[in-house]
């Protein structure tokens, strides 16, 4: 079991005194199977009302309302979580979801609704062809053939950060040929909807404590990937920036049906339009020990 120490601050800087909307925050790990929630402190300045919900997904949302005007807003979250996924994960597929094309049972389709249809418009069938080209034969292995798509994002696109807010969409992704994680999570994303499979889009951290894994600058920083519904297995972990699969490395926060549904702070201020000056984000992701104990 691994013990890490998580904290995230966001940073608003006005030119002058403006008047705060509210914001809403996605900063609260979920818990799985595999991550266990320790502590968890959030602190916002000025001094705010904490209301805190549930999305439709099941995701913990804070939503801060101010009633002062500030030159400055501070958002810092300080979070401790236990990881125990294991590094090379067996999935229980269900025989009958084990060899591609499979069909949903009608349920779990209806559940799924949006999930497994393509969110981008693919008119001439472009994105089409290309996740095509990764199913070798009908039948087909099924998580083979999902590992080979999310491969086949990090083969043709090249990682390189962006500080710029904002997701590329998965055809100028693969136009341009370089993106994000945020990018290749949306393109896999896509791909595995395009193939008919339930897909969502999960925010959060990446722990990297050999400092060998793509995504991760400096202490650390927030994390895009995709997990897909296959039956029995449940919700599989893919990371397409580091080609890996399970949830070794990872620290979930939110999942969503788009990108820009799970943004971890998002908010609106009332004042001149040039007046909020920065944006500051710095995020800290620190592997304390491997450890079996419950406190900290």
């Known amino acids: 079991m691994s013990r890490i120490e998580i904290q995230h601050e966001t940073t608003y800087r006005y030119a ?23 502590r968890f402190d959030l602190d916002v300045s000025p001094d705010a009302r904490i209301d805190w919900s549930t999305d439709v997904a099941g995701n913990t949302v804070a939503k801060a309302t101010f009633e002062e005007a500030s030159d400055t807003l501070a958002i810092k979250a300080h979070m401790f979580v236990d990881l ?15 060899s591609y094309p499979f069909v949903y049972l009608n349920d779990a389709m209806t559940d799924l609704g949006p999930l497994a249809a393509p969110q981008y418009q693919d008119d001439a069938g472009r994105l089409s062809d290309w996740v095509e080209g990764f199913v070798m034969q009908r039948p087909t292995d099924t998580l083979s053939l999902l590992k080979d798509a999310a ?45 008919g499979f339930g897909a969502r889009i999960v925010s959060g951290y990446l722990s990297n404590p050999n400092a060998d894994l793509t995504g991760s600058a400096g202490d650390g920083s927030t994390h895009a990937w995709v997990e897909v519904f296959v039956p029995g297995a449940g919700w599989i972990p893919f990371d397409p920036t580091n080609q890996s699969v399970g949830a070794a490395n990872l620290i979930p926060v939110a999942v969503a049906r788009r990108i820009e549904q799970v943004a971890p702070v998002t908010g609106s201020f009332h004042g001149a339009t040039d007046a909020q000056m920065s944006m500051d984000v710095a995020v800290s992701v620190k592997h304390i020990a491997d450890t079996g104990r419950t406190d900290i």
Not at 166 to 187: K, S, Y
Request: net charge neutral; aromatic share 8%; hydrophobic share 40%.
């Open 84 to 98: 125990t996924a294991p590094v090379w994960p067996v999935f229980p597929i269900s025989a009958d979801a084990a």
């Open 16 to 38: 002058g005194s403006v008047s705060l909307g509210p914001h809403r925050m996605m900063l609260r790990p979920r818990e799985t199977r595999d991550l266990r929630l320790v």
């Open 151 to 195: 491969n086949g994002v990090t083969a043709q696109v090249a990682y390189q950060s962006r500080e710029t807010e904002g997701t590329q969409g998965p055809l100028e992704t693969l136009d341009r040929g370089w993106g994000t994680c945020r990018d290749f999570a949306v393109l896999f994303a896509e791909a595995a909807r395009t193939l």
